[in-house]
């Protein structure tokens, strides 16, 4: 199957944008547009065909079965990816700038079946696909030398969250928040068993991967910033209103102040901040007083091998009230393939989203909540850190202080590979998770379940692949003794193109 394409969050109703590529065509005087706004379509569509079937033998009911399943992905961008909108060639004199960073129109379509019927009205849902927008970062604003006048934006808003529990599989456990995933009216194929296979995080909810996140952006009706930007400093005063100046009856307002400071090579300095005026008076519920600041310093050793340790803080105060909270994070990341090298992984995520590496993050509340995870993720091939070792480890640890007199959790889960001839690649898996209650993601039983595999991956030949795998887990009781789960024998076989 051709990997789908990685799609940044967020999307942009059509209405806003034509009036982007319109103005492109009616106003080029006013600016320059990039090389992506010279539209071309359906250049780089692609299709993907897959066809599997399972076999599988359960040890202890002496059951066996086969499962068939075949399916067929199109990826069509009508435009694809680039930078589109208007950027002036000069700034001593005002002008314009309407920007979409990285942005596309793109159609996906999936047809699917399973079993043994494989017709064409079998492969059809008889549904369309709508066409989406994704992009990177979008704002419009009027600019003149260093400073401007924002009208629009989705990088200058009215949120505080500059930390929280940081992993390189952050990506993939925010899945919901790609629209391929979580809406149905366009979901990609086998969307449950490609994206965030592992269910990561492994804690659930049990583990408080951001404690405060001050977000305001549905409780405006709009929003206008003033700024200033240069190469080391930039920096933005913003205002927003609950409510329309018809509907604004409690005149509900908010004020906010954005800062970016570069003082030397690879270290940023950030900050945002904003106050409320009369919110307590709407649905919010709460007048805020927030700011956030975070700290980042990238120390490339090589081109190759990078370290990066964070820090950030976040606060939230209702003025009102007097109620305030606080999160202190910090960790480090360290990337063994330069910077921006992202990859995908078939046990973990088919979308190229993960950086390769390790990080080690943590974060503490004012009530002594206190989080730590530790991530590692390496492909097995020539390029690995270890020619042809590789492999990935989720470690989570919670609520360690045991705060609000809740017990803490741990959960690991590991898988170590190496590559054989560049064609076969046997590994070994294990994890340790707490048993969640029925129906929660926060409340555990206190036993514990203890999973195991190994298995070798083979692609003996070009678009073929074979898995065959022994998997079992036992589940430990918390009142003693063990209880014997899945033991499963598999063989997948798959042709993908």
């Known amino acids: 199957m051709v990997k789908p394409l990685v799609f940044k969050r967020g999307a942009l109703l059509l ?4 009036p982007v590529f319109m103005a492109q065509t009616l106003y080029g005087q006013t600016g320059t547009p990039e090389a992506g706004s010279e539209l071309t379509t359906g250049k780089s569509a692609t299709l993907g065909v897959e066809a599997t079937t399972a076999f599988v033998w359960d040890v202890d009911n002496n059951t066996t079965g086969l499962q068939t ?17 208007l950027y002036p060639d000069d700034y001593s004199e005002p002008a314009a700038r309407l920007a979409l960073k990285n942005a596309a129109f793109t159609w996906w379509n999936t047809y699917e079946t399973s079993g043994g019927n494989y017709e064409q009205d079998n492969f059809n849902r008889w549904t369309a696909r709508p066409l989406i927008l994704s992009f990177d970062s ?21 949120q505080t969250d500059m930390t929280s529990l940081f992993s390189i599989f952050d990506d993939v456990m925010d899945v919901n928040d790609r629209w391929y995933y979580s809406r149905s009216a366009t979901r990609a194929l086998w969307h449950k068993e490609r994206y965030n296979i592992q269910d990561l995080p492994l804690l659930k909810e049990k583990i408080v991967r951001d404690y405060v996140d001050a977000d305001f952006r549905t409780a405006i009706s709009g929003i206008l910033a003033f700024g200033v930007e240069f190469d080391w400093f930039s920096a933005a005063l913003k205002t927003a209103s609950y409510k329309s ?7 509900a307002w908010l ?3 954005d800062a970016e400071i570069v003082p ?15 919110y307590q008076t709407t649905s919010v519920g709460r007048n805020p007083l927030d700011f956030g600041l975070s700290l980042e310093y990238r120390l490339p050793l090589s081109d190759r091998y990078i370290v990066t340790p964070k820090l950030g803080f976040d606060f939230a105060m209702d003025t009102e009230s007097g109620d305030s909270e606080w999160e202190l994070g910090a960790g480090v990341l360290f990337h063994t393939r330069g910077y921006d090298f992202m990859a995908s992984s078939r046990i973990l995520d088919w979308d ?3 950086p390769v590496g390790a990080s080690a993050f943590m974060n503490l509340n004012q009530d002594n909540g206190f989080n730590a995870m530790l991530s590692w993720f390496e492909p097995a091939g020539p390029e690995a850190m270890l020619p042809n070792f590789g492999g990935f480890l989720q470690l989570e640890l919670a609520n360690l202080l045991e705060a609000n007199n809740t017990k803490s959790a741990f959960g690991v889960l590991a898988q170590f590979e ?9 590994y070994i898996r294990g994890g340790y998770t707490p048993e969640f209650a029925s129906g929660s993601n926060s409340l555990v039983t206190g036993n514990y379940l203890l999973r195991a595999a190994v298995g070798c991956f083979m692609t003996p030949i070009h678009f073929f692949s074979a898995d065959l795998r022994y998997e079992m887990d036992t589940k430990l009781l918390d009142a003693g003794g063990t209880e014997t789960g899945r033991n499963l024998l598999s063989l997948v076989l798959t042709i993908r193109m």
């Open 15 to 18: 209405l806003v944008v034509a």
């Open 352 to 354: 190229e989203i993960i």
């Open 264 to 278: 030397m090579e690879d270290f940023r300095i950030a900050l945002t901040s904003l106050a409320g005026f009369n």
């Open 138 to 158: 979008f704002y419009a604003d009027v600019v003149w030398t260093h400073y401007f006048v924002r009208v629009a934006s989705s990088t200058t808003i009215m």
């Open 245 to 251: 100046g018809l509907e604004n009856t409690e005149n």
């Open 69 to 85: 399943k075949a399916g067929i992905e199109l990826i069509f961008p009508l435009f694809p990816k680039a930078d589109r909108g």
């Open 255 to 257: 004020i906010g102040l």
């Open 418 to 426: 190496y590559m054989i001839a560049g064609k076969f690649t046997p």
